[in-house]
Structures are given as structure tokens and as C-alpha cells.
């Protein structure tokens, strides 16, 4: 992301004022998929404090209609605003296609998606232009992926499945089963007979299947996970802004969840691989 880019949105940001490098980045999704996202904060942004809601009441978001996205969002973002956020990161592919387009200039705010990075990062990587996308049904149906991957190249061949089973049987926990092995390999065979080089795992869910989808795409395939660029966008926008924490003591992480908290601290803390405590449960209006 360049400065020229970036500097527009800054300049206008009515919460700049409120915000200092010591201000939390918030960070949402339905459930445990977000977690991909900050996996990529603690390794790039390792000072960074940082909220995490899960919304795991309402999960999971691939299935619902465009109006109900767009409200979930009206709810979560106010939210994160209130906890002093200074930045939010949709970590959700089907927020991110959306929802991100009718919100990111309703609130004061920097916001950032991941339709665009990974876009960006799967048509650098492409060797032939073909490239597959895995994602949620919203997001599929949305073409936002499709649409952005045209506009960085007019000639790549984009060709997408929507992928229903994977968020309950990941936030089951049952990401090495043989059950999940044979959804997998049955949501990639009409991808690998296209012919595509690279896969873009288009919900943040999906970067928990990484080693079963890779084995069975073969290596020759490259998986792209939108997270990593978005997180790079991330550290930009901070750094332009002067808002990025470069140096202090240990991060802070919240956890907030709409449903249960036992479930999502257990299973957060294993595709973690850190622990998850003091998961506070929280009611979001309406």
C-alpha cells in the first residue's frame, strides 16, 4: 500500500486525535478463523496490542444475506471504536467482500479488508493467470475477489468455489479428519482440472486447513493467504499515520466473544498455539 494511497483516508480520519501508537488494533470475525489474522499481527506487529471479537453466536456469516452482513458489521465496528481500537482489521472474507464497501467511510476510523491484499498477492505469484479462489458462499457470490483480480490483471482467469462445510467443521475442531481430507479434496477437484497455479484461501478460517489443502493441491501450487499482505498493509498504514507501536512491554491481547466462551478459548488456544484466557462474553446491540 503506498503513501499516496493511504494519506487521503489519514488526513480525514476524525478519531486521529483520540488515537496514539499505545491504541489497540481491533480485530473481528465470526470465530476462530480470525485467529489466522492474528497469528500475522504477532509475527509482524509484535508490540501491537490488539482486541479480538468473535462473534460466535451468529457464526457462521457465509450464508447469510448481504443486509444481514452489513448490519452485524453496524454492530461489531461501533464496538471496537468503543474500546479505543485504532484501527479495525475485517479478518473475514465474507465482511471483507460485503460488508467493507458500504462501512469503510460511515465511521472515523482506518479499516482494512481482505479482498484487496490477497487479490494483490495471488496475481503477483500466479505463473500462468489462473488462479482459484476458495471462500465462503457470500463472498463467492459477491465476485468481489473476481472483480479485483480483473482489475489488477484483465487477462487473469479467476475461478472460485463457495466452500460451506469447512467453518463448522474447523470450528469443530476437526481439521485433520478424514471427513474434512474428503471435503477438501472434493471443493478442489473443478479448481485443479481449470489448471490454477494459485489458490487464494479466501476465508480466514481456511489457513487452518493449510498442510490438508497444500498435500492435496501439490506443492506445485501456490496458497495464498490474504492475511499476510493485509497484515503488511497494516504495518504501512500504521507506520504513515505515526500510530504504529514499534517498541514497549508485553502486547496486550483481549478476547470478547458473542457466544460461549469455554469453546472458543479451548479450540482458539490449540490453532493458536498460544493460550487463550479470560475470554470476557459481551452483547452487542441488536
Do not use: W
Not at 40 to 51: G, N, R
Not at 173 to 178: K, L, N, Q, R, T
Not at 224 to 230: G, K, S, T
Not at 243 to 260: A, D, H, I, M, N
Amino acid at each position: 500500500m503506498s503513501a499516496d494511497k493511504i494519506a487521503p483516508k489519514i488526513s480525514g480520519n476524525k478519531n486521529r486525535e483520540k488515537v496514539t501508537p499505545a491504541s489497540p488494533i481491533g480485530v473481528f470475525d465470526s470465530g476462530v478463523g480470525g485467529l489466522t489474522v492474528l497469528r500475522q499481527i504477532m509475527q509482524k506487529l509484535p508490540h501491537e496490542d490488539v482486541i479480538y471479537l468473535a462473534d460466535t453466536a451468529r457464526i457462521p456469516y457465509g450464508g447469510r444475506s448481504p443486509q444481514e452482513i452489513i448490519k452485524i458489521n453496524n454492530e461489531i465496528i461501533p464496538f471496537l471504536i468503543e474500546q479505543g481500537a485504532k484501527l479495525i482489521m475485517m479478518a473475514c472474507g465474507t465482511s471483507s467482500a460485503i460488508a467493507y464497501p458500504e462501512v469503510k467511510d460511515k465511521y472515523p476510523i482506518e479499516m482494512i479488508n481482505l479482498i484487496d491484499p490477497g487479490s494483490r498477492a495471488a496475481v503477483e505469484a500466479t505463473r500462468s493467470g489462473k488462479i482459484g479462489i476458495m471462500a465462503t458462499a457470500g463472498t463467492i457470490n459477491s465476485g468481489a475477489f473476481q472483480q479485483a483480480i480483473k482489475g489488477l490483471d484483465e487477462k487473469a482467469q479467476a475461478e472460485a468455489i463457495a466452500c460451506p462445510l469447512f467453518v463448522p467443521l474447523i470450528e469443530g475442531g476437526f481439521i485433520e479428519a478424514d471427513e474434512t481430507k474428503r471435503v477438501a479434496k472434493e471443493y478442489l477437484k473443478p479448481l485443479l482440472a481449470a489448471g490454477i497455479d494459485t489458490l487464494i484461501l479466501g476465508c480466514t478460517h481456511y489457513p487452518h486447513l493449510r498442510k490438508v489443502l497444500q498435500k492435496l493441491a501439490g506443492k506445485e501450487v501456490v496458497l495464498v493467504d490474504p492475511a499476510e499482505e493485509a497484515v503488511a498493509d497494516t504495518k504501512k498504514l500504521l507506520k504513515f499515520a505515526g500510530t504504529l507501536k514499534s517498541r514497549g512491554g508485553q502486547p496486550r491481547y483481549e478476547y470478547f466473544v458473542t457466544g460461549p466462551e469455554l469453546h472458543f478459548q479451548d479450540l482458539g488456544s490449540r490453532l493458536l498455539g498460544k493460550p487463550i484466557v479470560s475470554v470476557k462474553q459481551v452483547k452487542l446491540p441488536g
